[in-house]
């Protein structure tokens, strides 16, 4: 596993990123967006993963879009990067972008370890993860969700239901009492991931209890 580290190394609060190599050209970006939206410290983890499709699925399903199927990877990814997290004097956010913001959100339900969940336009039209979450107890004192305004006008059967499930969710969420937001950003699923996704750091920096 490769890491890169950005930030307050002795900072309190820990954000861990799982990215591609598409997100490591912006994440210097990202990192300056996050301090100009909030003045807490932090250190960020970003984490290389090699398969986008298998790393950060939770369990096998078919390609939506290409040819390449999603695998079940997301429970290795999960343990490789825990240990990371052994640290009881620090606080740890978990968050990422589109898949990365899907596996953010699924590991919240498989560890208590993440005190909050940055989940930039999570894939939430993944098959069956909005009856995941239906079926299973969140671990994490904040939220935070966000999805372009044009996201769910597209052809493709299965992530036009984006819009839909993440209005589900969040319900969802509020219903269990969970401290979240739902954010809409203006476009579609491409535009500003290093910006949308340092929002949803700041805001879940600005959100956990102090």
């Given at each position: 596993m490769r890491i890169y580290e950005y930030g307050e190394p002795n900072a309190k609060n820990v954000l861990l990123q799982p990215v591609g190599d598409h997100d490591l050209p912006a994440i210097e970006n990202e990192i300056r967006e996050i301090k100009r939206l909030t003045a807490?410290?932090?250190?960020?983890?970003?984490?290389k993963v090699e398969s986008w499709n298998n790393d950060l699925s939770p369990w096998c399903a078919p390609a939506v879009f290409g040819h390449e199927d999603f695998g079940d990877g997301a429970a290795a990814?999960?343990?490789?990067?825990?240990?990371?997290?052994?640290?009881?004097?620090?606080r740890y956010i978990i968050g990422?972008?589109?898949?990365?913001g899907l596996f953010a959100l699924w590991s919240a339900y498989r560890t208590d370890r993440f005190s909050g969940i940055a989940a930039a336009s999570p894939s939430l039209w993944?098959?069956?993860?909005?009856?995941?979450?239906q079926a299973h107890d969140l671990h994490s004192a904040a939220v935070y969700l966000s999805?372009?305004?044009?996201?769910?006008k597209t052809r493709n059967p299965v992530?036009?239901?984006?819009?839909?499930?993440?209005?589900?969710?969040?319900?969802l969420l509020q219903e269990k009492n969970v401290s979240c937001t739902?954010?809409?950003?203006?476009?579609?699923?491409?535009?500003?991931?290093?910006?949308r996704?340092?929002?949803?750091?700041a805001w879940v920096l600005e959100h956990l209890f102090y």
């Open positions: 807490q410290p932090f250190r960020l983890i970003a984490v990814l999960l343990r490789e990067i825990l240990p990371l997290c052994e640290d009881a004097d620090r990422g972008y589109s898949m990365a993944f098959p069956k993860f909005l009856e995941y979450m999805l372009g305004n044009r996201e769910e992530m036009s239901t984006v819009g839909d499930r993440m209005r589900a969710a969040y319900a739902l954010e809409w950003n203006s476009g579609g699923h491409f535009q500003q991931p290093d910006c996704t340092a929002k949803a750091f």
